[in-house]
């Protein structure tokens, strides 16, 4: 099929977006897609200018995504939804900021203009609570969503069904099959947050810290909140680097900073090398994994590589709590406050639970009946196949 007479395969995200978001589903080289891609953006139906410019100006050039539609009203969002044939679809990418507001205009408009959808929202799945690890934290975890999915389901437009389904797990597949659907249609792909093809066979003499921008983070740019992420970032500073020589010294193993390509430090302040856009690769190839709550850090999962989790008493109470949820639910873990690790006082366990993390990768990640392959390959064979 030639690309002219390709049908087109629409991106919908309603946030700014990044380089990096976009090529977790599709990196630039696809060519086995029957679908041409087109990327529009209704980020400035939610969010003021201002909002919107700053995110940009505290991203990286490079992450920034050059050949994005921007919808900026109602009625240009109405005009696109109208120009798409019948023959195409339109993958939902990322709608987490209407889903927050239960803003359910679009899925209106995709119902109303008889657009086949294709929903990716359970390729995020939510892991159940781990009660024996922390049951105060897993109960205050297990209310809050069941509250926000109250609320969720109340505002999902009558009749509307995405024509398919993409989840991955065990745990989603059953999931599909309790929800009551009569036409879509259910697509089984693995996880798009760990890369599969890293098997971790050749590990290196190498300890990896998984940095998460030590100034702020740029969604905080669209939010309200404080965007100061670290209180007295000097101390931190001061601790963690004591905390990479500490860790060098008894592994006998060079600390990497693993840095994504969201953002780009203009001075080196962790005097350890850092690695820009690497972090899958390094995270598996390591023998030890340093970090917070980083979705990356399910690398580690798959390559039973043990991890740190540290806290900071400079860190927020809100992100202290989100980092035990963390290693709570999905390592059956325990995470440290650095200080306490710096003067040793936690019996630091850095086994692996294989029995829990198998559980956790089978039921929310990759069922067992995928090949070892990642998101793109399985998801192109099956909608090629389908269509």
């Known amino acids: 099929m030639s690309k002219s007479k390709k049908k087109i395969l629409h991106i919908y995200i309603d946030s700014p977006t990044s380089n990096t978001h976009l090529k977790q589903f599709f990196p630039i080289n696809l060519k086995k897609l029957k679908f041409n ?16 410019k700053d995110f940009y100006k505290n991203s990286s050039e490079k992450d920034r995504p050059k050949k994005l539609i921007e919808v900026k009203s109602k009625q240009e969002f109405e005009n696109y939804l109208k120009s798409i044939k019948p023959q195409d679809y339109l993958l939902i990418s990322q709608r987490g900021e209407s889903r927050k507001n239960n803003n359910n205009y679009d899925l209106k408009m995709f119902k109303n203009y008889n657009i086949k959808t ?12 781990n009660f024996k690890k922390n049951f105060l934290i897993n109960l205050i975890r297990f209310f809050h969503k069941n509250i926000k999915n109250l609320f969720k389901n109340l505002f999902i437009p009558n009749g509307y069904e995405p024509a398919y389904v993409l989840g991955c797990g065990d745990a989603e597949k059953r999931n599909f099959k309790k929800k009551e659907y009569t036409t879509s249609r259910y697509i089984n792909c693995p996880s798009l947050s760990i890369d599969f093809a890293l098997t971790g066979k050749k590990k290196k003499n190498i300890i990896t810290y998984v940095d998460e921008n030590l100034f702020f983070s740029r969604d905080n740019f669209l939010d309200k909140g404080n965007n100061k992420k670290i209180q007295n970032l000097d101390m931190y500073l001061k601790n963690l680097n004591f905390l990479f020589n500490k ?12 840095c994504s390509n969201k953002f780009t430090y203009k001075k ?9 856009g690497k972090t899958h690769q390094l995270i598996s190839q390591s023998k030890l994994v340093l970090g917070h709550k980083s979705s990356v850090l399910f690398q580690a999962l798959y390559n039973k590589v043990p991890i ?3 806290k900071s008493k400079n860190f927020s109470i809100l992100k202290n709590f989100q ?16 200080d306490d690790l710096l003067l ?22 990759k069922s067992d009946d995928l090949l070892n392959k ?3 390959d399985n998801f192109v064979k099956t909608f090629n196949s389908l269509i």
């Open 374 to 376: 990642n998101f793109k």
């Open 308 to 310: 740190i989790f540290i």
């Open 344 to 365: 040793d006082r936690n019996n630091i366990m850095l086994k692996i639970d294989k029995k829990y993390c198998n559980n956790i990768l089978r039921e929310y990640f």
């Open 247 to 258: 860790v060098e010294k008894k592994f006998n193993a060079q600390v990497i900073i693993a």
């Open 268 to 276: 080196n302040l962790f005097k350890k090398r850092i690695i820009y």
């Open 37 to 52: 891609l087109k990327y529009f953006n209704t980020a400035y139906l939610n969010f003021d200018k201002k909002k919107i």
């Open 118 to 129: 294709i929903s990716v929202e359970e390729l995020s799945p939510w892991v159940k609570c």
């Open 323 to 338: 980092i035990q949820m963390f290693a709570n639910s999905y390592f059956n873990q325990t995470p440290y406050y650095l």
